[in-house]
């Protein structure tokens, strides 16, 4: 027996060394991808000394003689920090994620081939004007430089995760920067997803009118639709499987409804500050990864100094400020696709039918590398309207009847696309007029951009808006015959006539993703809106006061009131207030008490360190199931998030909405009272079985857990630990500070989709103004600058956002200089 126990306390010693060995040369390894910010380097392509002083936060301050060695030194430091990232997102336009994550990126691999979005990317980027295509070598050029570097000198791969996968990068293109902005307009829309969403929807109801309850349209906005079965001439019968959409893989970058980009973007005019000059405050929103969707940096651009949010892969700041022009973008929600359904001829299956007969397919060929598997060929087919849809992605696959396929249009899909030529040109202008130029040659994405120079503010719509027909058959609310003439797009309307607002009367601006113009189809914009709350809260706080400082701004922008749980507690509790019998502790029915109790007196406010909108968020949760999933079957899983719209017609009963409330199968007639009693109920059950038996011992933030995810290695295995950044946050679905919930079963509160990064300017005072970002400048876990940002983000803090080089050299961690290549190519 001892010598065994011996043994196995040696085998024990050994299995530890081992371990411990194999941890320490993982980490040597890795570090050696961690860039040296305070290295000289000799390098051809340079015209001058570029110099990258990285501040307290390794944002790098980039300087140089020309515009061309600023845009290479940002290629170079996005390299540094964002490699993989980048690379990754490249690979996803591409079409070749499965080379280095097998076949479960297949189907992936398989929509982006079809789309060819990175062949879209190759045609557009040669399409550009000789100068935007200089600027865009010139940062690819930058991108080259450092991946030379990590060759030439044993830099550790660039970056950690490719010591697990093969370090194959080719080298950068300027395609490849507009494949990124051709990536981020497709993350940034669902108009596709929506209309087959409402077509599903429309199958599914008995009641075509409780259509209009369930996805809530805009005042003013077409209420009825027509059948859709009917408006392809087919039986309803023809839809007798309705498939369920493809799980959303992690690294797919279509949206499902709801899901898609998300903002705030408000300022004030001088005439509405305190001390005289406009106020700026933007954060987009976006899934939250680690590291950030987004990149600081500051250009030195010889019109002057240029700060703010990058997207590594493109040359620009895409929010940010100079010293006479602030702006921040929100997703606009330009309805940008539409679904067709196309009919096979009945005699050959390589045609379609088109208003003047039949035509061949645009069939094309495609091999699929994947890991550990043999490739496979795809053939892709394409039509006049756009790209065959494979599978079921964007659900097309559910609305599709036999005999036919579903296409897309979307405006991402054109080649005469001139936004890198507007980013470039936006960060140039000297005020809001040479600024809304520039905008006008914004294609996609399709965005709100809010505008400020030193006394006045602005706010445009951008993109190129699809010109429907009047007659056009769905309005693009749901997918269209393909072979109608007048469901045909008619071009694009001028970019001058989007919506938009120059220095209103009141002085102040906002988005939220609410509704942007009043006008009827087809000059409506959009039939879907991201926001109906948000903008109330909003338009509040803007207007309580006279004027506003960029304290205000700070308050404003990282507000955590629910304007929905004002509105839609007093409507759901109504007649469960202060009503029932004293009950014995620990029983439902005292449960129940306590937490109307609290609710009655609370203010809406998401706190982190509160139980009360853990309560209301489990309740309103609970009840939109229970009214849909009777009516609704799996399709209710797609609506599982509460919809405060919905629920406010259900409890008003809006044009006979409280319908929702009886439960069908039943024999009884349940009550809307009814339905929210025993969702309560059912939702305390479920928070004492998540968070203990003690109500007044649970905590919001506990279960707004906000876990940025490495969006490769942060997938369920023990590098978890490492790699995801996680934090108790506060707000909710419908604050300004949002933090949109997960509403999945494994962790319904989690908070998924929020600020990636926030931003106030003051004119006043230009070098008072601060910025953050969610996470760290560096895409590495073994950086300090990988996370160092998330502690103040979460606490709603901020980073200086100075031009003021002193500024950035006072506490630098380090200054890179890249001086043009000599006789030596040594460091």
């Not at 959303?248 to 005439?271: E, K, M, R, V, Y």
């Not at 069939?363 to 079921?392: C, D, F, K, M, Y």
């Amino acid at each position: 027996m001892r010598t065994l126990f011996n043994w196995l306390l040696r085998g024990l010693a050994a299995a530890t060394v081992l371990g411990l060995g194999a941890l320490a040369l993982g980490w040597y390894l890795s570090s050696h991808s961690l860039p040296d910010y305070d290295a000289t380097w000799r390098l051809p392509g340079v015209e001058g000394e570029i110099e990258i002083v990285r501040d307290n936060y390794a944002v790098p301050h980039i300087f140089a003689g020309s515009d061309r060695d600023v845009l290479f030194g940002l290629g170079f430091a996005h390299a540094q920090d964002r490699l993989w990232q980048m690379t990754m997102t490249r690979r996803l336009a591409q079409g070749r994620l499965s080379e280095l994550f097998g076949q479960e990126t297949f189907e992936v691999d398989h929509l982006m081939r079809a789309l060819d979005l990175y062949g879209v990317a190759q045609r557009t980027a040669a399409r550009q004007s000789e100068e935007v295509g200089a600027q865009l070598q010139a940062y690819a050029d930058g991108v080259n430089a450092w991946l030379e570097l990590v060759q030439d000198e044993a830099l550790g791969r660039g970056a950690p995760e490719y010591f697990l996968f093969a370090p194959v990068i080719a080298p950068w293109t300027p395609a490849d920067s507009v494949a990124m902005a051709k990536v981020l307009a497709l993350r940034l829309t669902d108009k596709a997803s929506v209309e087959t969403l409402r077509a599903r929807l429309s199958l599914t109801l008995d009641d075509p009118a409780r259509l209009a309850d369930i996805l809530p349209v805009p005042p003013n906005a077409v209420m009825a639709l027509p059948e859709y079965a009917g408006t392809l001439g087919v039986a309803g019968r023809d839809f007798a499987a309705l498939e369920a959409p493809l799980p959303a893989h992690p690294l797919s970058p279509l949206a499902p409804p709801g899901l898609a980009g998300a903002s705030n973007a408000f300022a004030a005019a001088g005439s509405r500050a305190a001390a005289g000059g406009s106020l700026l405050a933007a954060d987009p929103h976006l899934k939250l990864t680690a590291p950030s969707p987004l990149y600081l940096a500051r250009l030195e651009l010889q019109s002057g100094g240029v700060i703010g949010a990058t997207l590594p892969g493109v040359p620009g700041v895409i929010i940010g400020r100079n010293p006479d022009l602030a702006w921040g973008v929100t997703a606009s929600y330009l309805d940008d696709q539409d679904i067709y359904i196309e009919r096979l001829a009945e005699d050959d299956p390589g045609s379609y039918v088109t208003p003047g007969g039949t035509q061949a397919f645009e069939t094309r060929e495609s091999v699929i590398a994947i890991a550990n598997a043999a490739p496979r060929t795809v053939t892709l087919r394409a039509t006049r309207h756009g790209p065959v849809i494979p599978g079921n992605h964007f659900g097309a696959a559910s609305v599709t009847p036999e005999g036919h396929v579903a296409t897309l249009a979307w405006t991402g899909l054109e080649t005469d696309d001139r936004t890198i030529e507007a980013l470039l040109g936006l960060m140039r202008a000297d005020g809001i007029a040479p600024a809304r130029e520039a905008l006008e040659l914004v294609h996609a994405p399709a965005l709100s951009v809010t505008l400020a120079d030193r006394e006045g503010v602005a706010i445009q719509a951008t993109g190129a808006a699809p010109r429907r027909g009047a007659l056009h058959t769905s309005q693009g609310r749901i997918p269209a015959a393909g072979w109608v003439a007048r469901n045909d797009w008619q071009g694009y309307f001028p970019a001058d006539e989007n919506p938009g607002a120059d220095n209103p009367p009141g002085g102040i601006v906002i988005s939220t993703n609410n509704r942007l113009t009043d006008a009827p189809f087809p000059r409506h914009w959009s039939h879907d809106w991201g926001d109906s709350h948000r903008i109330l809260r909003g338009s509040q706080l803007l207007n309580d006061r006279e004027f506003h400082t960029l304290d205000s701004f700070v308050e404003a922008q990282t507000d955590t009131v629910s304007p929905a749980a004002r509105a839609l507690l007093p409507l759901i509790a109504r007649n469960l207030w202060f009503q029932g019998e004293p009950a014995a502790q620990d029983t439902i029915e005292r449960d129940r008490q306590i937490a109307l109790e609290t609710l009655a007196n609370w203010n809406g406010d998401m706190t982190q360190h509160s139980f009360e909108p853990l309560i209301y968020a489990a309740w309103t949760r609970e009840l939109q199931r229970r009214l849909i999933v009777d009516d609704l079957g799996p399709l209710s899983q797609l609506l599982s998030r509460p919809d405060p719209l919905f629920l406010e017609r259900v409890f008003r009963d809006v044009d006979g909405a409280s319908a929702w409330c009886d439960i069908r199968p039943s024999t009884a007639v349940e009550t809307c009272e009814d339905v929210a009693r025993l969702s309560l109920d059912a939702a305390i059950l479920e928070l004492r079985e998540r968070f203990g038996g003690r109500i007044d011992s649970w905590r919001w933030g506990a279960a707004h857990l906000a876990t940025h995810r490495h969006e490769v290695l942060g997938r369920g295995n023990w590098l978890d630990w490492f790699v995801n950044i996680r934090q108790e946050t506060p707000g909710g679905d419908t604050t300004l500070m949002r933090g949109l919930t997960a509403a999945d079963d494994d962790a319904p509160f989690a908070n998924i989709h929020g600020a990636v990064y926030r931003v106030v300017v003051d004119f006043s005072d230009p070098e008072a103004s601060v910025h953050v970002l969610s996470t760290g400048q560096s895409g590495h876990p073994l950086s300090r600058h990988y996370d160092d940002q998330s502690l103040l983000w979460r606490r709603g803090e901020y980073l200086p956002m100075s031009l003021d080089p002193a500024v950035a050299r006072g506490g630098a961690v380090g200054i890179t200089r890249i001086q043009p290549q000599e006789n030596d190519d040594a460091r």
